[in-house]
């Protein structure tokens, strides 16, 4: 629990709420935030309700009830002048919560919007990245994904999903490969990391149970200038 939202709880005057504040001081929280959780009512003042909503938000799952992605959307919808930052982050919870059910149109809308907004952070950027292009290959569109990833990866731009955006963006060009001609290869693999993780993400994507489908992987490779020695 951080300090902003300790200080929103600490700021209600609703004694439940105020024991769930000394329970999380104490580190108590699966029992702070069953309080909270009965504590959040239709019957509660609108603004109280938002607070409580972000304080749940930011919970971890396993001490809730309650898919916490509900409570940010909820915190997104009624919570006063929310600063960019947090409104960012309960954007991502959702993301990641309409992702978990299925709703990709939900997920996309929510990781489109941290990628279109002015205050995200690079890591923010490239976490809404990462999940967007998986949103593609589920909705069946590996070249999508693919190029997505391709066009971040370029940009050579630090970050901690370095590793597993290359896997994916090599099995997302194997699945497009699969079912038609291979999107254009741009990346400049030339570390060892990079070539590593982008020839096992192809691994992945090749279907093994189908005959002469990782000969096909391999023909395309080899007239893409990255792995035509090979």
Not at 76 to 93: D, F, G, H, K, Q
């Amino acid at each position: 629990m951080g300090a902003l939202a300790l200080g929103i709880i600490a700021r209600a005057e609703d004694l439940a709420v105020v024991r769930a504040l000394s329970l999380l001081k104490a580190g108590e929280k699966a029992k702070a935030y069953k309080i909270l959780e009965a504590r959040y009512r239709p019957t509660e003042e609108i603004q109280e309700r938002a607070r409580i909503a972000l304080v749940l938000a930011l919970a971890e799952q396993k001490f809730l009830q309650k898919k916490r992605h509900l409570y940010a959307e909820f915190a997104l919808r009624n919570y006063r002048n929310l600063e960019s930052s947090m409104a960012i982050r309960l954007t991502r919870v959702v993301g990641d919560g309409r992702f978990d059910i299925a709703d990709l149109d939900g997920a996309k809308r929510s990781f489109q919007f941290i990628l279109a907004s002015p205050t995200s952070n690079q890591t923010e950027k490239e976490y809404a990245t990462y999940k967007l292009g998986w949103i593609y290959l589920n909705e069946k569109s590996p070249e999508r994904a693919f190029r997505l990833w391709q066009n971040w990866l370029e940009q050579d731009i630090p970050g901690e999903l370095r590793a597993p955006l290359l896997r994916d963006a090599g099995r997302a060009w194997t699945e497009a490969s699969l079912v038609g001609k291979g999107p254009s290869l741009r990346l400049k693999l030339e570390d060892a990391l990079g070539r590593r993780e982008f020839f096992a993400g192809l691994v992945d994507g090749v279907d093994m149970g189908k005959k002469n489908s990782l000969h096909s992987i391999m023909s395309a490779l080899s007239t893409t200038p990255i792995f035509s020695p090979f």
